[in-house]
């Protein structure tokens, strides 16, 4: 958790920050947030930002603060969020943006009155003392990416990521709460009424909401939000999950991101749809190409098939991100696209006459525990990399990948993703690509972090070795 540097009479920047004002905002968006406060009697604002591995963090700031906090940010110690700076320089300033402040959503009794303080909150961008943004924060990287799109003429680079859960009793365990499956309807689903108070609750912040349903697990659900730009989106992400945990907590369950928490059942995926706009218009599209993909998507395309395995470790950025990456549960192992099939990496959705705006490509590696910032980010390098270099597409794999031998693969040049959160920091350590997206400042402390978390787990003796061996070894 943050630790705002809170003075004797509460929530104060004990450093006040230099420049009068150093909001990049308009001056009008921060009066309507003042009056939003103002007549919705807010008890409190939430000031969010993200850390390295995409935890989400906050700190409360009172109502009579908010104006200052609104021009001039928050101080506060960075030095104990992960990956942020060390304690020698640990000074930061959280910028809070007011294009997103939302009243967070809140329980209701059996009356229907709200239950609990109303509480506001807004998007931070992190900043040093100085005021120069913070190459630490994954929002700020994010919008680095933005801008070498913008370089290379698009306006929006637009993403929706489809997020998987589990609900389940309680965190101790996995005791799912309905059996559920594929689409399932009520009487199956007891976790339908949660599935709409969540629905409710994410509408309730402006996040707009296209599809729900059970997934293919037990206890596994799915709610899709309407796309929206790269940096909208990441905020929406973070945003949504909180929102499922909480409305998860009100009903006495809990919900989890964790990629793979069930053995032999699907995991979690967070399969993200990307399209490049400009004017307006999708540059994906093209009607005379078969697939309906003009030389940018493919270009596109062919940049994150080439990067894939070098970024897999911010895509699916922990060792359980690994065990849902395996054959046979839907989730992506092999590096290939194609238009159909759920077993490569990359799928081009569909296309119906008319949706031109819609044409898009579909990544399935990531999963919805990633930092949604640095993935976006991520993407969106892979991808332009790939329009700056010209790469070349190769032929979509129309067969089922899981079924193909070792053999065949080889024949037909397809490799996989890497296997294991070792071979993926292995990868990302390497790559100049990784560098450059993340910027070497995150670059080393994420390849640090990782390891250290890869490290940790190898050395670990598991239940199935000792089943394994121990009796006749
Ligand atoms: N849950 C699967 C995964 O791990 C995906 C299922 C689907 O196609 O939606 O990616
Ligand atoms: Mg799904």
């Not at 007891?190 to 059970?214: F, K, M």
Request: with cysteine.
């Amino acid at each position: 958790m943050a630790r705002p540097r809170t003075g004797s009479e509460g929530a104060r920047a004990t450093k006040p920050v230099q420049s009068k004002d150093r909001a990049t905002s308009s001056v009008a968006s921060r009066r309507a947030v003042l009056k939003r406060i103002k007549d919705e009697d807010v008890e409190h604002v939430l000031f969010w930002f993200t850390d390295l591995e995409g935890h989400l963090k906050s700190f409360a700031i009172t109502p009579s603060e908010i104006e200052g906090a609104l021009d001039d940010g928050m101080g506060f110690d960075g030095s104990s969020i992960t990956g942020f700076n060390r304690i020698e320089e640990s000074d930061m300033v959280a910028i809070p943006d007011p294009e997103t402040f939302e009243i967070m959503p809140r329980p209701v009794d059996e009356h229907g009155h709200a239950l609990g303080a109303k509480v506001g909150r807004m998007i931070c961008d992190v900043v040093k003392p100085d005021g120069k943004p913070y190459e630490g924060d994954p929002r700020y990287i994010l919008k680095l990416a933005i801008e070498r799109m913008k370089k290379l003429g698009f306006d929006a680079f637009n993403v929706g990521p489809e997020l998987e859960y589990f609900l389940f009793e309680d965190d101790k365990g996995t005791e799912t709460i309905d059996e559920g499956g594929y689409f399932a309807m009520t009487v199956q689903d007891a976790a339908t009424e949660v599935r709409n108070d969540t629905i409710g609750a994410l509408e309730s912040v402006g996040i707009e909401i296209e599809y729900h349903h059970h997934e293919v697990a037990p206890s596994q659900h799915e709610i899709d939000m309407r796309y929206d730009n790269a940096l909208s989106m990441a905020d929406k992400t973070m945003t949504y999950r909180i929102v499922v945990k909480e409305v998860a907590a009100w009903h006495g369950y809990y919900a989890t991101f964790m990629p793979k928490p069930l053995f032999g059942e699907n995991g979690s995926g967070m399969h993200t749809h990307m399209s490049l706009f400009k004017g307006g218009r999708n540059q994906f599209f093209d009607a005379k190409d078969p697939n309906h993909l003009s030389p940018t998507a493919k270009a596109f395309i062919a940049g994150l098939l080439t990067h894939a395995r070098e970024l897999s470790a911010v895509l699916a950025q922990w060792v359980n991100s690994y065990k849902r990456l395996v054959p046979g549960y839907e989730a992506p192992v092999y590096v290939a696209w194609s238009q159909r099939n759920r077993s490569a990496l990359i799928r081009i959705p569909l296309y119906k006459p008319g949706a031109e705006q819609a044409t898009r490509a579909e990544i399935r590696c990531p999963d919805p525990a990633c930092n949604p910032y640095l993935t976006f980010a991520a993407l969106l390098h892979a991808g332009l990399e790939g329009i700056e270099k010209g790469y070349e597409l190769p032929d979509p794999m129309e067969t089922n990948l899981y079924h193909l031998t070792a053999e065949q693969r080889r024949e037909r040049g397809i490799v996989s993703l890497p296997e294991t959160l070792g071979e993926a920091i292995d990868e990302l350590s390497r790559s100049e690509l990784a560098k450059k997206a993340l910027g070497p400042h995150i670059f080393d402390r994420y390849v640090e972090l990782k390891r250290k978390e890869w490290d940790e787990y190898r050395v670990q003796l598991t239940d199935w070795e000792m089943k394994k061996y121990l009796s006749v070894l």
